[in-house]
């Protein structure tokens, strides 16, 4: 026997039915609520109507005994049986029955249970008067000055009191546990809502790979973060008379105006960083007007050894790439404010050691010769160019870059350095016309000012 087959008959379940009524209960409040009133209903009714026809025989049983002869005896187990005070435990029920029902309000639950109250004190005190004092005679052998009459009135009144009280209170409990699921569901999205925020921000201030870091590391971890890398792109683009620009006078409200306009330079070009084309680059901070650039410390395939030049370099390429159309932005920028900034470039590649300064407040940096290389191609070039060092004009080349020869620059801590201006790109047609390119026809990117 296979050991489904054997689970299958040993397996025990319940029939259809009971298994989608259990179901439905678990799922649907309304359907226990349902099920436990049709149950609780079902078993009242069916108490008072046996209570009723006993109350209709009564009277018959009590004119039976009416001379009050009777023996203990000769009362029938089926006359025990229908011994008054037996009623009140079918009302005690019917309370208890609707403590259960925590949905149904405990002013509906009051009306309720008063009514069953004054129903009983009325049935006991009037027209079962009689059969009562009947009982209290049998029972004592004599005429009680307080019989199960008002004894069991008296008992009836307290606890329906405290079913009352039990009932309400109940529904105090239940509505300010509803109250506090409300506040902690409040509070729970709030939270929720503020991580997302923090996400978003931690996101918008460090790289992706060190925000995801950042978020999922320990808390009061406040060790240093830092990578080093072996081939990353770092590009410094400023814009030398921006200075010239800003000024504090009133005329552009203290220098706010031309905050603004910064601003919105610096906006459009990190919105470029969104292009997919850009995917590899990460805008590491803005320096005055000055915004830094790197490439390639996402870039888990550039660090493999031995890979092709242009394989291990295509995030250079990119960066460069990204130049341009800084440049290019800016162009547009100037055409519709009616200004003529520009852009003075200088973009470098090596290892660098890249980290985060600050646990409380992080900032996300980057470190080394290479660094200090690029922004040295920046400061030492000239405004509208790209500059950069021979290794970088090397690889650049190979992008098909066309790079013209600066010549020896003086660079603080390095010598002299022999450094290109790049003046434009080789378009991308067919291999003859490859060939037949002339420098001469370069289109106007990037372009010697
Ligand atoms: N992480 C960085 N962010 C911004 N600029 C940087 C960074 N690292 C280096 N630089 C800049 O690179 C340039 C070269 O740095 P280097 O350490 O070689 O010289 P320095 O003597 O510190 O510079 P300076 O003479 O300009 O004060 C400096 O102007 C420096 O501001």
């Not at 249970?113 to 079962?128: A, E, H, Y």
């Not at 923090?198 to 060790?223: M, Q």
Request: glycine share 6%; aromatic share 12%.
């Amino acid at each position: 026997m296979s050991s489904n087959k054997y689970k299958k008959s040993y397996t025990l379940s319940l029939p259809k039915f009971e298994s989608v009524f259990f179901r439905a209960a678990e799922l649907r409040p309304w359907v226990r609520i349902l099920s436990l009133f049709a149950l609780v209903t079902v078993w009242i009714g069916l108490q008072t109507l046996k209570t009723i026809r006993r109350a209709l025989s009564w009277p018959e049983f009590y004119q039976n005994y009416s001379e009050l002869s009777l023996q203990a005896e000769e009362i029938t187990i089926d006359q025990r049986d229908g011994f008054p005070q037996y009623l009140i435990y079918y009302c005690v029920t019917m309370y208890l029955g609707l403590t259960t029902f925590t949905h149904i309000s405990h002013l509906i639950k009051l009306v309720i249970t008063v009514t069953i109250t004054t129903i009983w004190c009325i049935l006991s005190n009037v027209p079962m008067r009689a059969v009562f004092e009947w009982y209290d005679f049998w029972a004592y052998g004599s005429r009680q000055p307080i019989g199960h009459r008002v004894y069991l009135s008296v008992v009836m009144i307290t606890i329906s009191a405290a079913a009352i009280t039990v009932n309400r209170q109940l529904e105090l409990t239940s509505r300010r546990l509803f109250i506090w699921k409300k506040a902690v569901e409040e509070q729970k999205e709030k939270v929720a809502d503020m991580r997302r925020k923090n996400e978003a921000l931690v996101y918008n201030i460090l790289p992706p790979h060190v925000a995801k870091h950042f978020l999922g590391r320990r808390k009061n971890d406040e060790e240093l973060y830092s990578k080093s890398y072996n081939a990353v792109g770092v590009l410094f683009a400023a814009m030398p008379n921006f200075s010239d620009f800003y000024t504090e006078e009133s005329v552009n409200n203290q220098g706010l105006e031309c905050l603004r306009f910064l601003n919105e330079v610096i906006s459009d070009y990190d919105a470029l960083l969104e292009q997919q084309r850009f995917k590899d680059i990460i805008k590491i901070k803005t320096i005055g007007s000055t915004y830094m650039a790197a490439s390639g410390l996402n870039n888990e395939e550039s660090t493999k050894p031995n890979i092709p030049v242009k394989e291990k370099w295509r995030h250079l390429a990119d960066l460069t790439e990204f130049a341009l159309t800084l440049k290019e932005t800016l162009n547009n920028i100037n055409r519709e404010s009616f200004n003529n900034f520009v852009l003075r470039m200088g973009i470098n590649q090596g290892p660098i050691t890249a980290g985060v300064i600050g646990a409380r407040k992080p900032h996300y940096d980057m470190w080394g010769n290479t660094v200090n290389v690029a922004s040295r191609m920046e400061s030492t070039g000239k405004a509208g160019c790209i500059q950069v060092v021979e290794a970088t004009a090397n690889i650049l080349r190979e992008f098909g870059y066309l790079l013209d020869q600066r010549g020896l620059v003086t660079v603080k801590g390095k010598g002299k350095l022999m450094t290109y201006y790049l003046v434009g790109k080789k378009p991308e047609k067919s291999s003859l016309e490859d060939e037949n390119f002339l420098p001469g026809i370069v289109p106007d990117i990037g372009s010697v000012q």
